[in-house]
């Protein structure tokens, strides 16, 4: 469905873009913070170096005149790039001395004692106490913004792999943290009508533990109303079954004794209808075994046995002696984990429904495969899918018009998925362009 949406994936979305975006903001700020450190530390050394450097240009100087001279360089000085540099200038303007770096043209910068920025140089200028020379130092903004860039690449290029570090650590630390709650949806997915047992809450943290609660409180009420209903059915099937037989019994005797009257007619009529009724209270029996968790045990079970005992069993009845035929596609045992009277049960309502709801002319064919499958396929009209998708249902009949209870594959459903198996049903039948097919898988014993 369009809207479904997992809480794990949003969780662990929301942390990981959580943490990234406290991790920028945090790295902006550090940014801010280091600019403004960076400035400060640069601007210290232009005001140091100047403050230093002013006493020594001035012992260098060879004062012979008022005016004084530029100061010959002595010392051969090799190409090297500077990050500060400096220029001697008197109250003129004139440069008298230079660093190696310094244009031999004044900077443009006034000759005002103070911080200043001209043509993307931060300077800092000092001068002597009469007020006749000045030093300006000097250092590029570039080199400033250079060393701001390579924190800031130093500061977030660990993030490249921290984040999906963190991303991975933090799905990880969710799917665990949620573990439980994959267990409590296992937990209430295998319960049903045959198996209401309590949910384990051992273990179960404080959020999830009510729920738990909740969900056994109300399995518990349900488990009363399946109960009772189940009492209701099989104590009412059982009633009814010695009325009805010993109805049939006085009905057999009153047709002995009406044969070739005019009543004699419905006298069978009575009797055929309460033989219907018979088989209804049985099927109700059936159904109240099969939802009492009959297939729930567990034993190794021959499905070739099973067949062939059912199938003999319907050849002796002189009505399907010729109908039935067993069709075993493999030499070895089948086995499967059932309840192998459960099993039986099953496989006897599918051969019943095909017998009864199938074509007379043709046969029922029971075959037992190696995949631990038993198929049943009889001829006959095809269903539609809609009302395929619905036979399942108690009390739900196919379009024919042969009589039935509408409890046999309900019956069968039941048992099958308590037994850990499925159920499908095809029309028409694989291979044909008529008929019907219903397969029981089951798993193995092994």
Do not use: C
Request: glycine share 6%.
């Amino acid at each position: 469905m369009s809207g479904d949406w997992s809480l794990a994936r949003r969780l662990s979305g929301a942390l990981i873009l959580g943490i990234a975006a406290l991790w920028i903001a945090a790295v902006l700020a550090a940014v801010v913070v280091v600019r403004h450190e960076t400035n400060e530390v640069f601007d210290s050394a232009l005001q140091e170096m100047a403050q230093r450097l002013l006493p020594l240009a001035i012992d260098d100087l060879r004062d012979d005149d008022d005016d004084g001279r530029e100061i010959d360089h002595a010392a051969a000085v090799p190409e090297h790039e500077e990050y500060l540099v400096y220029q001697l200038r008197d109250a003129t303007g004139r440069v008298l001395l230079r660093s190696h770096d310094a244009p031999p043209e004044p900077f443009p910068v006034p000759l005002r004692p103070g911080f200043a920025d001209a043509e993307g140089w931060r300077a800092y200028t000092e001068r002597t106490a009469d007020g006749r020379l000045y030093i300006q130092v000097l250092d590029r903004q570039t080199h400033r913004s250079e060393t701001l860039l390579e924190f800031v690449v130093w500061l977030v290029a660990p993030l490249a792999l921290l984040i999906p570090l963190a991303g991975l650590i933090i799905v990880l630390a969710v799917r665990r943290v949620l573990a439980p709650i994959a267990g409590v949806r296992e937990a209430i997915r295998e319960r049903g009508g045959s198996d209401l047992a309590p949910i384990p809450g051992d273990g179960m943290p404080m959020e999830l533990a009510p729920i738990v609660d909740d969900v056994n409180r109300l399995m518990q009420r349900l488990s009363k109303a399946l109960e009772s209903e189940r009492s209701f059915a099989a104590n009412s099937a059982h009633e009814l079954r010695t009325p009805v037989a010993a109805a049939l019994a006085q009905l057999s005797r009153l047709a002995e004794e009406t044969r070739g009257s005019p009543g004699a007619a419905r006298v069978d009529r009575i009797a055929d209808i309460l033989r219907g009724l018979a088989r209804t209270v049985e099927k109700l029996l059936q159904l109240a075994r099969a939802e009492a968790g009959i297939a729930l045990r567990r034993e190794p079970v021959d499905l070739v046995q099973v067949a062939e005992l059912l199938v003999e069993e319907f050849r002796r009845d002189r009505r399907y002696a010729d109908r039935v035929r067993l069709d075993v596609r493999t030499d070895q045992d089948v086995l499967v984990l059932t309840d192998i009277d459960a099993i039986a049960i099953a496989v006897r309502n599918l051969i019943e429904n095909a017998l009864v709801h199938g074509s007379a002319r043709e046969p029922v064919i029971v075959s037992v495969a190696p995949d631990r499958s038993i198929r049943v396929v009889n001829a006959g009209p095809a269903v539609p899918p809609e009302r395929l998708a619905v036979l399942t249902g108690r009390f739900e009949r196919g379009a024919g018009k042969a009589s039935g209870s509408g409890l046999g594959l309900a019956i069968v459903d039941s048992i099958v998925r308590q037994a850990g198996g499925s159920l499908e049903l095809r029309s028409p039948a694989p291979a044909r362009d008529s008929g019907f097919e219903a397969v029981i898988r089951l798993p193995g014993s092994s």
